[in-house]
């Protein structure tokens, strides 16, 4: 069975850091994009960053000059550094597979993670 594990999240104090990873496990053959959402309370899901297989990066605005994403060499494993963490920051953060291939031809036309909190207290 495919699934994608996020860990890293807790608590930091505002102005700190945090490395969040992302870990796709069972049978893999390839996986397109990797992506990082966040969700806070009484607000919708948003796109943090996300990060091509080619490596071509995104970032929101809110979070480019503070946030880093990064694969690894398999490519199955998503990371995002986090500097600068500001009390806004707080949320469950999700990790997203998009276009994730099990065998060469079939494929999850997108699959999530669990989500992993993170607290930013002020």
């Known amino acids: 069975q495919v699934q994608l594990v996020e860990s890293g999240g807790g608590l930091v104090q505002s102005g700190g850091s945090l490395r969040l990873a992302c870990a796709a496990s069972?049978?893999?053959?390839?996986?397109?994009?990797f992506s990082w959402y966040r969700e806070s309370p009484g607000s919708q899901r948003e796109l943090v960053a996300s990060i091509s297989n080619t490596g071509v990066t995104h970032y929101a605005a809110t979070t480019q000059d503070r946030f880093t994403i990064s694969s690894d060499g398999t490519k199955t494993t998503v990371y995002l550094q986090m500097n600068n963490l500001k009390p806004e920051d707080t949320a469950v953060y999700y990790c997203?597979?998009?276009?994730?291939?099990?065998?060469?031809?079939?494929?999850?036309?997108?699959?999530w993670g669990q989500g992993t909190l993170v607290t930013v207290n002020g």
């Open positions: 997203r597979a998009d276009d994730l291939y099990y065998t060469s031809e079939n494929k999850y036309l997108l699959l």
């Open positions: 069972g049978s893999i053959f390839k996986i397109g994009d």
